[in-house]
């Protein structure tokens, strides 16, 4: 993720951050006081998720079953990370790097797919996806050629933060698009999506823009710009994937 060169870092902080607030509250009692702010001990962020499956949030169970698998110690730890603005920012600076995301290389570029910080504690994990089904010629111009194969494809790139084993945020980016045997030759549409279990967190997106990138890579390319607050920490970062006629080439959250 990354703003500019200047807020790669601050932007990370956040999303980060707010990954690893949301995973420490598992283990204890469900029944939160009044006065406690939600995400201010276990049993409060307990409450939080209850209230999150009970509204029909199906994403939801699964932060609370990983978070009840915590033990008391770990649920404790978990809070620390969630509630200390510090944390936040040491926990955000081990999503970032250098890179300038303008002078990626895309067909050269390795997509990372796990980075570690605090002893393995805090995990950022990228997983990626494609679908693809052979389809009929819809157009004049693919009906003049009876030998031409089309194909149809969905190709997908996701980051997920996880604390301690726990689910806290994943944002996903997408792109459908078109191909011959040899080359891309439509993009449908991109689209980006998100999960959030850190209660005092907001996080939006901007439009998804698509395109082919020029030859020799003629890729289908879908990016956004993700924006975000974490207690009075601003961040932002862009997400990119990009794919082909032989499926998922790339992505990255900077």
């Known amino acids: 993720m990354r703003k500019t060169a200047k807020m790669t870092r601050r932007r990370l902080v956040g999303m980060a951050a707010v990954t690893a607030a949301a995973i420490t509250m598992a283990a204890m009692p469900a029944t939160a006081s009044a006065e406690e702010a939600v995400g201010s001990t276990p049993a409060s962020y307990e409450a939080y998720l209850v209230e999150q499956v009970e509204l029909g949030d199906a994403d939801a169970q699964q932060t609370l079953d990983e978070f009840q698998a915590l033990s008391e110690g770990e649920q404790e730890q978990f809070i620390t990370y969630l509630n200390d603005p510090q944390r936040g920012q040491e926990l955000g600076d081990f999503l970032s790097d250098v890179t300038d995301v303008d002078s990626i290389n895309e067909e050269s570029y390795e997509t990372e797919l796990t980075k570690t910080s605090e002893n393995g504690d805090v995990v950022l994990e990228a997983t990626t996806g494609i679908d693809q089904v052979e389809s009929a010629p819809s157009t004049d111009e693919e009906l003049a050629d009876p030998t031409a194969r089309y194909y149809d494809w969905n190709a997908w790139y996701q980051v997920s933060d996880k604390i301690l084993g726990v689910t806290v945020t994943t944002v996903k980016i997408g792109v459908n698009y078109r191909t011959t045997k040899s080359r891309v030759v439509k993009v449908y549409s991109g689209y980006a999506s998100h999960r959030n279990r850190v209660p005092f967190v907001e996080f939006r997106h901007g439009i998804v823009s698509k395109w082919i990138s020029a030859d020799p890579a003629n890729n289908a390319t879908a990016e956004t710009i993700w924006?975000?607050?974490?207690?009075?920490?601003?961040?932002?970062?862009?997400?990119?994937?990009?794919?082909?006629?032989?499926g998922f080439k790339g992505g990255y959250l900077k």
Request: aromatic share 16%; proline share 0%.
């Open 227 to 246: 924006q975000g607050e974490w207690k009075g920490i601003a961040w932002d970062g862009r997400q990119r994937v990009w794919a082909d006629q032989s």
